[in-house]
């Protein structure tokens, strides 16, 4: 039988074991493992890469710990604007959604434009009135707030500044959320949720929702979904990269994803990482940040979960 796998990550940055006291350490750790486990039963039970990466990123999604859906940052404006995408490796179907508000989770949203609609990308009012008719959940404004991500946005609204998530110091903050799977099947997925950048600009979008950018995945060769400075893994086409090197130059899943983010990126300067899943089920958690909450699961093997480095 071959083999299943999922992976999923929270965010990069400069996470410490000094930023985090130990029952933010352990909540973070409890987060992490719920949704690695949804997904995982899934697979298990011989269902597909599709719905186990859906549904570990809307339980992330609903985690308030994580920037996406309920716990998305706050951008300029006070408000919240998620980005979201979601691809299969069988047939390179793709959905994604930008820049929406309101929306309990952006992935399920970003399933829906592949399930109901001949587009790809659906951006704001568009995406959030293709949401009304397909009976995607909305929640009120309040569903969104959180003081910690207030905090965070009052420290820097009256500046130009706008940061990631995750840690204290203000340039090198991540968090986004993602989870890559393979099934029964040898056919991989990717999807990848966020709030983006806290105080950033309105209407700005990072990476996570655009394909071979934030996320891609090809039974070809493997699934991506990325966290980190968006700017950088867009001019870098991270995703797309990252599958190129497998595919036209044989580099394994290790190496492509080393050669991207280790080298690749740090020469451009941007900071974060990805998770990966080849076919075969091997997997990859790579980042060049201090840290990169994550977690992985190969068929029954005891599910590894990490935040530092470590393991
Ligand atoms: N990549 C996301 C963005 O730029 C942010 C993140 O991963 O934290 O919107």
């Given amino acids: 039988m071959s083999n299943i796998a999922i992976a999923i990550h929270g965010g990069a940055g400069t996470i410490t074991k000094a930023s985090l006291t130990a029952d933010q350490d352990k909540a973070f750790r409890a987060g992490l493992e719920k949704a690695l486990l949804a997904g995982h039963n899934i697979l298990k039970n011989g269902g597909d890469a599709m719905d186990a990466v859906e549904l570990a990123v809307a339980y992330l999604e609903d985690n308030p710990l994580f920037n996406a859906g ?59 009135e293709f949401a009304l008719n397909h009976d995607i959940e909305f929640a009120p404004e309040r569903y969104f707030f959180n003081k910690f991500r207030y905090d965070q946005w009052t420290e820097i609204r009256d500046s130009d500044l706008f940061m990631l998530d995750h840690t204290e110091n203000v340039d090198d903050k991540f968090g986004t959320v993602g989870a890559v799977a393979v099934d029964r099947e040898s056919n991989v997925a990717a999807a990848t949720s966020t709030g983006g950048m806290t105080n ?109 480095r470590e393991g």
């Fill in 200 to 308: 950033k600009r309105f209407n700005r979008i990072g990476d996570t929702p655009i394909i071979g950018s934030g996320t891609y995945a090809n039974n070809n060769t493997c699934a991506i979904s990325c966290t980190g400075h968006g700017e950088y893994f867009m001019r870098a086409v991270v995703a797309y990269d990252v599958s190129c090197l497998m595919e036209y130059k044989g580099y394994t899943l290790q190496q492509a994803c080393e050669e991207v983010v280790l080298k690749k990126l740090v020469d451009l300067g941007g900071e974060g990482g990805l998770i990966a899943v080849s076919p075969a089920g091997d997997v990859a958690l790579t980042f060049n940040s201090e840290g990169m909450y994550r977690a992985s699961r190969i068929n029954d093997e005891e599910p590894f979960v990490a935040i530092y």
């Fill in 70 to 128: 309920r716990g998305s940052v706050f951008t300029k404006e006070g408000k919240h604007e998620m980005d979201a995408s979601i691809m299969c490796g069988k047939t390179l179907d793709a959905g994604s959604i930008a820049g929406v508000r309101n929306i309990k989770n952006p992935i399920k949203l970003a399933r829906a434009v592949i399930n109901h609609s001949d587009h790809v990308m659906l951006s704001s009012y568009g995406a959030e």
